[in-house]
């Protein structure tokens, strides 16, 4: 399974971006699929995942309001629209998928990752 991220940049605070995430196989095989990110020098963190039918959703706290995961399986793509973007949200943004059907914060349950895409939000 390949995994590949777009949709990244610089945005100022308030503003938005759309990331994308196309896969190589049909994410509709029964994987969720999740978003996770690396800020500057931290480790990375959960920010949001989606069951395999899209059904149930799961977001980090910090995002909780602003972001919204979406996919859509005959594209085989996943989606975060992220709104209101804060400074806090600069990191390196990685698409994964899952090896179970629901939903999880639990980076152990994703084996196959993209290669990242950057976000950067200036104050």
């Known amino acids: 399974v390949q995994l590949v991220e777009s949709g990244g940049g610089l945005v100022q605070a308030g503003g938005s971006l759309r990331l994308s995430c196309a896969s190589s196989?049909?994410?509709?095989?029964?994987?969720?699929m999740g978003w996770f990110r690396r800020p500057p020098g931290r480790e990375r963190e959960f920010v949001a995942s989606i069951s395999w039918r899209g059904m149930n959703t799961l977001y980090t706290d910090s995002v909780e309001g602003r972001f919204t995961i979406s996919r859509d399986n005959a594209k085989s793509a996943v989606y975060l629209q992220m709104d209101d973007l804060k400074p806090e949200d600069t990191a390196v943004y990685y698409c994964a998928q899952s090896r179970y059907s629901t939903t999880s914060r639990r980076s152990d349950d994703f084996p196959y990752w993209g290669q990242g895409t950057l976000v950067t939000v200036s104050s």
């Open positions: 196989k049909r994410t509709g095989t029964n994987n969720a």
